[in-house]
């Protein structure tokens, strides 16, 4: 063992200004996910419907972004889990799935808590890459993106806001 915990998680939590109606639809309609996450996606919203996030959508398939993506369990207004995958680059991976659960907390006063569980890694390799990846991904970007669909408006693709 190299000392590194078999059972890591990654678990963070944003306070965003809309009310949880806004911010679980956000998250879980084709139109809300395009304001803040990826310029497209394909959102079937229910048990093994797809939530596919497509990052680079004119790019080849299997080269889009989080493809095969399926959603694993709904709590309306509460929580929404799925699988992820790796980056296509990160191949030996890719083919592998973790998991993303996304819990929402009503803070009343027209905000929401949004607290992302992501786990289910290997060690070693490529599985150490793509923890490190999304360890960054969603703290630097997709949560300070909601952050900013609420506070600033809908990300534009093609005018993105600045990193960190």
């Known amino acids: ?6 059972n890591r998680t990654i678990q963070l939590d944003v306070d965003v200004e809309g ?15 395009k304001s803040f996450f990826a310029p ?8 093994g419907g797809a939530y596919e996030i497509l990052f680079d959508p004119d790019a080849e398939p299997g080269q889009r972004g989080a493809e095969g993506v399926r959603i694993l369990a709904i ?8 699988t992820w995958n790796a980056p296509p680059r990160m191949s030996l991976v ?3 799935w973790t998991h993303v659960v996304v819990r929402f907390q009503d ?20 599985w150490d890459q793509a923890y490190e990846y999304f360890t960054k991904a969603w703290r630097d970007i ?8 609420f506070s600033v408006g809908p990300v534009d693709w093609q005018n993105q806001p600045k990193r960190g």
């Open 107 to 126: 803070l009343e006063c027209g905000r929401t808590r949004v607290t992302l569980f992501h786990d289910g890694w290997g060690q070693g390799g490529e």
């Open 19 to 33: 009310d949880i109606d806004q911010v679980w639809d956000t998250w879980t309609t084709e139109e809300g996910i």
């Open 142 to 149: 997709v949560l300070p993106r909601l952050q900013y669909r």
């Open 40 to 47: 497209d996606c394909h959102v079937d919203l229910k048990v």
């Open 94 to 96: 890719r083919q592998q």
């Open 75 to 82: 709590q309306p207004k509460q929580m929404l889990a799925f």
């Open 1 to 6: 063992m190299d000392g590194q915990d078999p």
